[in-house]
């Protein structure tokens, strides 16, 4: 109303503060609306309906909004206990993130961790774990942590803005399904003033919304105290972390993933020796996540391959959450650490030998140690490339603010101006000795001038700090022998501690083997010694042993339990033939039919006999369905050895063995026809059997007569309100039955009947589809759960596989050494689990485009590095695209920005999972490092892509509209099966291919519309199939050398080769381009006939150019006489001076004119004005004698003057 | 990379092997098939199978030695869409049908199968019998939308009959809970005669009648006498039965005429009293899944989504046992819990 911009000044509203209209405000405020006064009813014809079609439409469209929101309902499948939440911190180097993760770690359990490698798990409250694990600037590793991340922090320097790298983990996130994001700002302490720091945190946060949501949470770091973020801060944060939900993502609920927290090499040490490179059976811990996990399973490692998980087992959970629930905060024994990889965990034991935690106090008393206290040198420690590799890659430059730009930058930089994302501006950065690769928006022109500006801040810092870098340099390439003894307890953390483990595994020999003789199904067989020296074991044993000692007594090792199991089983159902309680708890248990042993006496003697028998003929169906464990029990073993009678002692007849051929060769047939054992033509069989109709004896609680007093006792008791009379049910009359159980349970069925009828009443009025299915879903998750609640976890494996959220030890045979030898904890081992047809190659079908923000389109036939499911790997892509007709085209590169198929040889992964193609994993060359992201469309065995191939012919005869072509094809046999075919010349003459000519092989008789030239050419178009190349090469990163496992390098595309090799084409003389010779033609000629018949207009004209006048009419040249001569020149003479004079004459009197024209035109002007001041006077002057008249008339003076 | 195959010795539980590597694609070489017989090698019937693999999937690949003893196979994928077979008479559709209705919901496209052969023979489970029982038995994995239609009926030996399957595509099946069968409300049935005298129907159903009565009066069987074009080659006749409980689960029973020219005739009244104590049989039997689709239903409880299942069996019946045996080790997707009650 006020606004500053409007002009006019308006009055402002008053509040009325007395009269009537503000007492009936007062009123109104103190009371809230009168329940009458309600504005539908008070002003009911504004809130009639006045459309029916608007009505209707709204009411669509309020529905469309409110079914929009609803989600597909699924099986809620998180176990009880669910693993540690995966918070993957990623960033630019030097932003943060190891400063960040060690100040949560800090935060949540307040111990102190120095070097973050691996991942660390941590539990942060009551029911929840985390693991953090640290990303690096490698894309192998962003690649592989997007696909397990739950939570994503995502740091970033304020002080810089953006960087590519943020973009790139944004993306690869986007593609493998997108885990939560958090942005985390630091380096906020680097702004002066308070208006920047306002404005760059308004920017970033815009633009971070832009990337992941509106709205995303964007946290801020504001400062270092003692090099370390304040306490409040991360408090604060790790709240935000403790209280986040998590999405459920596709391809994470249905494939079960371990990240490996610890690595053992289980080889035998003896081999090893004998072969330094022979394959490396390793063991993998971690916790197991996503869903169930079979044993001997396939998986797949990503940076190593694909494997087959030889053992899985799990372990108690060294990182266990709090078993008692009650309190309200962790007290200081629960706040547990776990990090193998760093060299701190808890208690944990297992089959290769027993860790004992050192207090974390003491740990890290040494690590602090160790840390030199330099801060360059300690950067030097944390990188993973060596120094050379760093100074080679590093660039001094010598004059300050001359940034040395090589040929291939500039080249970049002319192309970026064409694409529409960020630019990616390297700077060079002086305190970490590395460019950083900025993310510029072309639109944003604050970001770029506040750059410039700490440019030249940085330049006059540079200067300073130039020669001190160098000499650090030379300071840390003499101390390299220093850090590498530095180094390595940390690349090998756990050696250590295996010594003490060693020492405390000879202590513990005999306590391990003490469950040998509990295993034992004898006890009584141990000799009393050997009791005695059991227990004395016991009592020396700690907790530990007494633990494990329990653990081995009370279950059987799950190599051979479901054998024994089986056999006790059978055991169980033999001796408690009688006993149908028992029975009914086993799973897999042994009905009796109720009927069965109701017959006559002397039949149950036979029935339970069939009974045995037939027990004995059932298989062990857990065994059938759940499997033993090892293979060999359904691979046939069929040994040849059979004992035949030998012929003269040489040859053997060979008879098919009737019980074999019954094995092997049987009939395939699923009919299964009774055998007669019953005879039908009993009564007593019928009998048996009447119950299972309708008509029949129904059960106790199922029984009309039954459910009809049931439902008398629940709604016979009621009280008539009107009269007061009580109405009793016959429940009164009942005598009281003692037994509490039975009344307990009569309660609950009340209850339960009482409460179903409510819902019936009250719950189906606006119940829809949706909350149906929800209720289906909510139901089947309530059995699920309650299936296998009291069932023990060794069982229980058996039957659904290793649930999530169990710590497991994953065993894998023959991998390759390097693996071990190269391990480096910085960069994460996952263990991804592969579907059932997801360890198969074949074609894949995919939706392709090229990322916008990438400066290049792709080639055809160029290998390319794919990330799809787990894997990684590199392939060799056909870019095509779909006709109009269905065909698939080849394309010989993508296009700029559309979409287009592309079809690789590849693992078999699920439709509808999204994948990301990267160029090049060594170094960072492309400004923008993920090439093309995607969708797999269609898995197939058999692709159709064909290519354009057009078959070129020359005419050598040529009649009428009949020529012949030859050099299209080579044999008459090519030409037999393009006979028919359409052909075209490059005039657009279109024709035929009629029959093969026998001379010139491979020529052939074509007809066209019109008649052909020597000089045309005749070219059949036609489609040729491309097969996809067969390179599925995956890539092995994680083998490669510590320090070098970012410098992949696979298949180099052609480009690349030639380039290195330094190999130019030479290009077809033909299609280069060249200036072409003017063509001449012959005139046209037209018959004379045809002439003759031609209208006049068209009729070529015969009238002669004016050259070919003839010479009678030429006029013949005038040559004059010497006096004619003269008078000619004087009258040329005479006439110019009269031309000159007559031309003055003519000017002068114009100008004349022109002034007299001027002069006329003042006086007219004046003329006029004097007229108007004349009018203008009389006109007043008959004013003032009209107004003298009126003023009066008005007093009433004579009327006219 | 590739995922190891499995081996095999002899041609038993063919159909199985090969409907479980297409399912899990996983390769299987199967060896020595009938290498001991005086005819040894894959038999007509055997190869008409895989034709009809062959057919509904998409990069298949088969090896067969020169004897035919030796089977390779490389499963491709299930494609489904539009197909037709002539299947070899020395085997029923049912044959070959049973092997569809397990690959059927997990093509790509909605299968259409036209197969053509003898619908009805002794030795393998007939058409009727797959739609009276299998069929309902799919509906309540929510397998909807499922159609089996007899349009011509061809008993053996001479066939010439012609079904029509439809089957949708369902990526996930339901979990199922069949652990109570409930009462049998109602018994149903079809007498077919193709080729003799329609009365033999009416006797047929007369018989059963006869027994079934006993127990519950909602009993109604149709007769079916195809005329024409549409009774196949040969003379014969038969009879299906089928009990439904009050819980949806249909139990079945069923007889059919010795071929013409093999084995002695039967008389349709024995015939039917004898299908009737089948079926009498298969209700003692009890169960939520009758003996003849036991192993089809818990192949479906092994592909369907990872949630328990139950269901409640009666004894099994050897072809279940074995193909049991058949399903490899985790072969079954993590997480699939079954759980499988016996009667005994």
């Known amino acids: ?1201 | 990379m590739a995922s190891q195959g499995l081996n095999y010795d002899g041609c038993n539980f063919f159909r199985q092997r090969l409907v479980l590597s297409t399912l899990s694609g996983k390769r299987v070489k199967i060896t020595n098939i009938r290498s001991k017989d005086d005819n040894p090698g894959l038999r007509d019937f055997e190869a008409s199978f895989i034709r009809l693999l062959d057919k509904v999937t998409n990069g298949t690949r088969i090896e067969i030695n020169q004897t035919g003893t030796v089977l390779f196979y490389q499963p491709g994928l299930l494609i489904g869409g539009e197909v037709e077979h002539d299947c070899n008479t020395q085997r029923s559709v049912g044959f070959y049908l049973e092997a569809l209705l397990m690959l059927a919901p997990f093509m790509k496209m909605p299968l259409k199968a036209v197969l053509r052969g003898v619908t009805n023979d002794p030795t393998d489970p007939s058409v009727d019998q797959l739609k009276y029982s299998a069929v309902p038995l799919m509906r309540k994995f929510g397998i909807d939308g499922l159609e089996l239609k007899i349009v011509k009926r061809g008993m053996a030996p001479g066939g010439g009959g012609e079904v029509l399957f439809t089957c949708p595509v369902r990526k996930t099946l339901v979990s199922v809970n069949l652990t109570d069968p409930g009462k049998i409300k109602r018994i149903r049935g079809i007498a077919y005669s193709v080729r003799v005298s329609p009365q033999m129907a009416n006797r047929l159903v007369d018989s059963a009648r006869g027994i079934l009565n006993k127990f519950i009066p909602d009993i109604y069987i149709y007769t079916d006498h195809m005329k024409g074009d549409k009774s196949g080659k040969s003379p014969g006749f038969g009879l299906t039965l089928v009990a439904e409980t009050l819980n949806g689960t249909f139990l079945s029973a069923e007889q059919v005429s010795t071929p013409q020219g093999q084995g002695e005739p039967v008389l349709p009244e024995d015939m039917g009293r004898n299908c009737a104590k089948h079926l009498l049989e298969e209700i003692y039997r009890g169960g939520s899944i009758d003996s003849a689709n036991q192993s089809l239903a818990l192949l479906y409880m092994t592909l369907r989504q990872q949630d328990v299942c139950k269901a409640l069996l009666g004894p099994l019946s050897p072809y279940t046992v074995k193909s049991l045996d058949m399903c490899p080790p985790g072969y079954t997707q993590p997480g699939h819990v079954i759980l499988v009650t016996l009667l005994t």
């Open chain 1, 1 to 1201: 109303m006020e606004g500053k911009d409007s002009k006019v000044e308006q009055k402002r509203h008053l509040k009325k503060q007395s009269g009537p209209k503000a007492e009936r405000k007062k009123v109104r405020k103190q009371l809230g609306t009168p329940a009458g006064d309600d504005e539908r009813k008070r002003n009911p014809k504004a809130f009639a309906v006045q459309s029916a079609v608007r009505m209707a439409k709204t009411f669509h469209r309020a529905q469309d909004l409110k079914a929009k929101k609803h989600h597909i309902p699924l099986v809620d499948r998180t176990p009880q206990e669910p693993p540690p939440i995966v918070v993957v911190v990623v960033g630019p180097p030097k932003v943060g993130k190891s400063t960040l993760i060690r100040c949560l770690i800090k935060n949540f359990t307040r111990q102190k961790l120095g070097d973050i490698c691996g991942p660390v798990t941590i539990v942060s409250g009551k029911k929840r774990r985390l693991t953090f694990i640290e990303c690096n600037n490698d894309i192998n590793t962003m690649i592989d942590l997007a696909k397990v991340a739950d939570l994503v922090l995502m740091l970033i320097d304020a002080s810089f803005g953006f960087e590519m790298e943020t973009f790139e983990f944004l993306n690869i996130c986007q593609v493998h399904g997108f885990p939560r994001i958090m942005g985390v700002l630091t380096h906020l302490d680097s702004f002066r003033n308070n208006k920047a720091l306002r404005k760059t945190k308004k920017r970033l946060k815009h633009r971070f919304w832009t990337e992941v949501y509106q709205g995303a949470k964007l946290f801020y770091l504001s400062g270092m105290v003692y090099s370390e973020y304040q306490t409040q801060e991360v408090k604060n944060l790790g709240r935000f972390i403790s209280v986040m939900k998590f999405r459920p993502l596709v391809w994470q609920q249905s494939h079960p993933y371990v990240v490996a927290d610890r690595m053992e090499d289980l080889t035998d040490p003896e081999m090893v020796r004998i072969d330094p490179k022979c394959d490396r059976t390793v063991s993998l811990y971690g916790y197991l996540r996503g869903t169930f996990l079979k044993n001997k399973g396939q998986v797949h490692i990503p940076g190593v391959g694909d494997f087959a998980v030889a053992d899985v087992s799990f372990l108690p959970d060294p990182c266990a959450l709090p078993e008692v629930q009650k309190k309200r905060a962790l007290n200081e024994k629960e706040r547990l650490l776990y990090a193998p990889m760093a060299g701190v965990g808890g208690v944990v034991y297992d089959k290769d030998a027993v860790y004992i935690d050192l207090p974390g106090s003491h740990v890290n008393q040494e690590q602090e140690e160790v840390r030199p206290t330099t801060e360059l040198v300690q950067s030097l420690i944390g990188t993973h490339t060596t120094l050379d590799a760093k100074m080679s890659a590093s660039r001094v430059s010598l004059f300050t603010g001359a940034a040395a730009l090589t040929s291939g930058e500039v080249e970049e930089k002319e192309e970026e101006g064409l694409t529409s994302g960020p630019r990616e501006n390297l700077v060079w950065d002086p305190e970490m000795r590395r460019e950083r690769r900025k993310a510029v928006f072309i639109e944003d022109d604050n970001n770029s001038e506040s750059s410039s500006e700490e440019d030249e801040d940085n330049e006059e810092e540079e200067s300073d700090e130039e020669g001190r870098r160098i000499a650090g340099l030379r300071e840390g390439a003499n101390d390299k022998t220093k850090l590498k003894e530095n180094q390595e307890p940390m690349t090998a953390p756990p050696v250590k501690r295996q010594k003490v483990v060693e020492e405390r595994e000879a202590e513990n020999e005999s306590v391990v083997e003490v469950p040998a003789f509990a295993d034992s199904e004898d006890e009584l067989e141990m000799s009393e010694e050997e009791v005695g020296q059991k227990s004395e074991e016991e009592e020396s044993s700690d907790e530990e042993g007494e633990e494990d000692a329990a653990l081995e007594e009370g279950t059987i090792k799950p190599g051979d339990f479901s054998e024994e199991e089986g056999s006790v089983e059978e055991d169980n159902c033999e001796s408690q033939v009688p006993d149908k309680e028992e029975n009914k708890s086993n799973l897999i248990s042994c009905y009796y039919f109720s009927g069965a042993l109701r017959w006559k006496e002397g039949l149950q003697q036979k029935a339970s006999e069939a009974f045995l028998r037939q027990q004995r003929s059932t298989p062990n169906l857990r065994k059938l369905v759940y499997g033993t464990g090892n293979m060999s029990i359904w691979v046939s073993d069929d040994s040849d050895g059979e004992d035949g009678e030998e012929l003269g002692g040489l040859f053997r007849v060979s008879r098919p063995e009737k019980g074999k051929k019954h094995r092997a060769d049987g009939m395939d047939c699923s009919r299964f026809d009774p055998d007669g054992a019953h005879d039908w033509e009993l009564e007593e069989m019928f009998d048996s059997i009447r119950d299972c109709f309708v008509t029949g004896k129904w059960e106790d609680d199922q029984d009309a007569a039954t459910l009809l007093k049931q439902d008398e006792e629940l709604y016979g008791d009621f009280e008539d309100l009107e009269t007061g009379e009580v109405h009793n049910g016959k429940g009164e009359t009942i005598l009281r039955v003692e037994e509490d159980v039975t009344q307990k349970k009569k309660r609950l069925e009340k209850k339960r009947r009482l409460k179903e009828r409510f819902d019936m009443e009250y719950d189906d009025e606006d119940a829809t589809y949706f909350d149906d299915l929800k209720e289906v879903m909510q139901k089947q998750a309530e059995l699920n759960r309650a299936e296998f609640e009291d069932v023990d976890d060794e069982m229980r494996i058996q039957y659904e596989g290793f649930r999530p959220g169990m710590y497991v030890r994953l065993e894998i045979p023959s991998l390759p050494c390097e693996f071990v030898i190269n391990f480096d904890p910085h960069y994460p081992v996952i263990v991804g689990a592969l579907g059932a047809s997801e360890g198969n190659v074949g074609y894949l079908q995919m939706r392709l485009k090229k990322h916008r923000w990438h400066n290049r389109i792709l080639k055809t036939r160029d290998p390319l590095i794919l990330s799809l499911g787990w894997r990684r790997f590199q392939t060799i892509p056909l870019y095509h695209i779909e006709d109009h007709n269905g065909r698939h085209r080849l394309l010989k590169y993508t296009p700029q920005h559309m979409h287009c198929g592309a079809s690789i040889w590849g693992p078999i992964t699920p439709q509808g999972t999204g994948f990301l193609a990267v160029q090049s994993l060594a170094g960072t060359k492309s400004s923008f490092r993920i090439a093309a992201t995607g969708v797999v469309l269609d898995l197939d065995k058999s692709v159709t892509i064909v290519k354009k191939l057009k078959l070129i012919g020359y005419p050598y005869k040529i009649y009428k509209n009949t020529s012949f072509i030859k050099g299209m094809f080579t044999t008459v046999l090519e030409v037999a099966k393009f006979e028919g075919a359409s052909i075209r010349t490059v005039s657009g003459v279109r024709g035929q291919i009629k029959k093969a000519l026998s001379t010139p092989a491979g020529a052939y008789r074509a007809t066209f519309e019109d008649r052909l030239l020597m000089s045309d050419i005749v070219f059949l178009r036609s489609w040729y199939p491309v097969s996809v190349p067969h390179l599925y090469n995956p890539v092995t990163s994680l083998l490669m050398p510590v320090g070098q496992k970012d410098s992949w390098m696979g298949m180099r595309t052609v480009g690349q080769l030639k380039y290195d090799l330094g190999i130019r084409n030479k290009p077809n003389a033909d299609s280069l381009y060249k200036v072409r010779a003017p063509r001449h033609f012959n005139k046209l000629q037209i018959p004379r006939e045809l002439q003759k018949a031609l209208p006049f207009k068209s009729k070529p004209k015969q009238d002669k150019t004016k050259g070919m006048t003839p010479k009678d009419l030429q006029r013949p040249a005038v040559i004059r006489e010497p006096h004619e001569r003269k008078v000619a020149a004087l009258l040329t003479a005479l006439s110019t001076v009269y031309n000159y004079k007559s031309k003055k004459a003519q000017t002068a009197k114009r100008t004349k004119h022109k002034d007299f024209l001027q002069q006329q035109d003042k006086a007219e002007e004046d003329k006029l004005k004097r007229q108007k001041e004349a009018k203008k006077k009389l006109y007043r002057m008959m004013g003032q004698k009209e107004k003298k008249r009126q003023r009066s008339s008005l007093k009433g003076g004579p009327q006219d003057d």
